[in-house]
């Protein structure tokens, strides 16, 4: 099983997926809750609706994520990749330690409710995609 984790470009946790810049993403064997590899993925565009198929490409089976709007996590299902919204802010080797250890405790998620973030009242994209990222 492979679980991403968004990073910002000095590579802690972001806690907003669409300002993420690269995913840590990590090989796990959850049975014996043990990490087999590690990896960084980078997307080549900054464009959160194109990183769904990126991430399934590289094998994600699992996205932990402080915040993800709707739109995105609908995107994020149609390739096939479950997402854990409302993940708190901690060094991403901790946050696997502790999925796979069972002790992650998730709050709110941080895109959801009658707020935007990063003034992004009027976000749009130019195939529409309406992700809210």
């Not at 609706?49 to 399934?56: A, D, E």
């Not at 739109?71 to 796979?100: F, N, S």
Request: aromatic share 4%.
């Amino acid at each position: 099983m492979k679980i991403a984790i968004p990073l910002t470009d000095t590579d802690e946790f972001s806690p907003h997926y669409g300002g993420s810049s690269k995913f840590a993403v990590v090989e796990v064997d959850p049975r014996h809750r043990a990490v087999r590899r590690r990896m960084i993925v980078v997307p080549p565009e900054s464009e959160p609706c194109s990183w769904p198929p990126l991430l399934r490409a590289a094998g994600v089976d699992l996205i932990l994520a402080g915040g993800m709007g709707r739109g995105a996590q609908v995107r994020m299902a149609e390739h096939g990749i479950k997402v854990l919204a409302g993940v708190p802010p901690a060094a991403p080797d901790e946050l696997i330690a502790a999925w796979l250890d069972e002790r992650l405790v998730v709050g709110e998620n941080a895109c959801e409710g009658n707020h935007h973030h990063h003034g992004e009242d009027d976000h749009h994209h130019a195939d529409d995609c309406n992700c809210s990222h």
